[in-house]
């Protein structure tokens, strides 16, 4: 096993664009040539798009790509911008009178972040397209991560900044590799450093634990506002079936519960699609165990990586 790039998945390319002043921006993941695709949906809170057709009982066999936004619901309007970029390209299933690209997709919640009234929209989605290439993909404070933050149990005032991050692995011609927006209410854990790394500060600004305060407060049902959430893209070169990348898509929510605590809970709309393109047979639990590590170590990157914007620390901030 070792470590590679994300786009060096045959077929795959990844572009953002942001608003750096507003704090809000997008990230799309194309295949323009189709991808077997799956998703798992683990949240409480989910905002999502095209994810019925992916349901191995469905007719769709492939998808085109996969948008991720900042903007609560109202980012959803950038898949239009990329439905757009794709038609334009000929991209899409073809129905004799025109070809119709599915684009899949979700969002999440960075209104506090900067200006509430700016949100991805067709234009930014049409540009993130026009940005994508098979090269490195840039991380942090850039597309679907540019607003997201982390650690919000204390609200707003006691939050950190989070990101987009992105990891790939190889084990012989088999890749598997993530793209993951962190904008979880929960922590960041490192198993490597032994502990949280980032979340809900404490009042002299040190990492406090998001768990022990909602155990401590047990008894409070007030809604921790549903705005939160880690999404992302697991995508692999490897031949699956719709219900195999299905599977994938769950299993790679472990690597979400290895780095955030709380995971998937009411409060987070965490969803992970998968994209296979077919090039390589491989077992499905192998691709799993390289998903798993390969979520795991975006998200970690996403907040290692990421900038302060909009009086949100970052995790480089609290480590100099």
């Not at 129905?95 to 599915?102: G, M, Q, S, T, Y």
């Not at 407060?217 to 070169?237: E, L, Q």
């Not at 165990?289 to 901030?317: F, H, M, Q, T, W």
């Amino acid at each position: 096993m070792k470590q590679a790039e994300f786009c060096e998945i045959e077929g795959m390319k990844v572009g953002h664009a942001q608003d750096f002043k507003a704090a809000t921006g997008c990230t799309v993941v194309l295949c323009e040539e189709g991808a077997v695709a799956g998703v798992d949906v683990r949240g409480g809170s989910p905002g999502t798009r095209e994810t019925d057709a992916l349901n191995p009982v469905n007719l769709r066999a492939a998808i085109h790509a996969v948008l991720l936004a900042g903007g609560s619901a109202f980012g959803l309007d950038a898949a239009a911008g990329v439905m757009q970029y794709l038609e334009e390209r000929g991209v899409g299933r073809d129905v004799k009178v025109a070809k119709i690209p599915i684009v899949c997709g979700a969002i999440l919640f960075d209104l506090k972040c900067g200006d509430s009234g700016v949100r991805p929209d067709k234009k930014m989605g049409y540009e993130a397209c026009r940005n994508a290439s098979a090269g490195p993909v840039p991380v942090g404070s850039v597309g679907a991560g540019t607003g997201a933050t982390i650690g919000k149990v204390r609200g707003p005032g006691h939050a950190m900044k989070g990101g987009i991050g992105s990891f790939c692995l190889q084990a012989g011609d088999l890749k598997v590799g993530a793209v993951m927006a962190v904008n979880c209410v929960g922590d960041i854990f490192d198993e490597r450093e032994n502990g949280l790394i980032a979340g809900v500060l404490n009042d002299d600004r040190t990492v406090g634990d998001s768990e022990a305060l909602m155990l401590e407060n047990y008894r409070d049902d007030t809604d921790i506002f549903s705005g939160n959430t880690v999404i992302g893209v697991v995508a692999t070169n490897a031949d699956f079936t719709k219900a195999q990348a299905n599977k994938l898509a769950s299993v790679s929510q472990n690597g979400i519960a290895r780095t955030v605590r709380p995971a998937h809970t009411t409060f987070d709309g965490d969803t992970i699609f998968t994209m296979a393109t077919g090039r390589v047979k491989a077992d499905p639990n192998a691709a799993g165990i390289l998903a798993v590590r390969a979520v795991e170590n975006a998200i970690l990157r996403a907040v290692k990586s990421a900038e302060s914007l909009g009086g949100y620390p970052a995790y480089r901030d609290l480590i100099k």
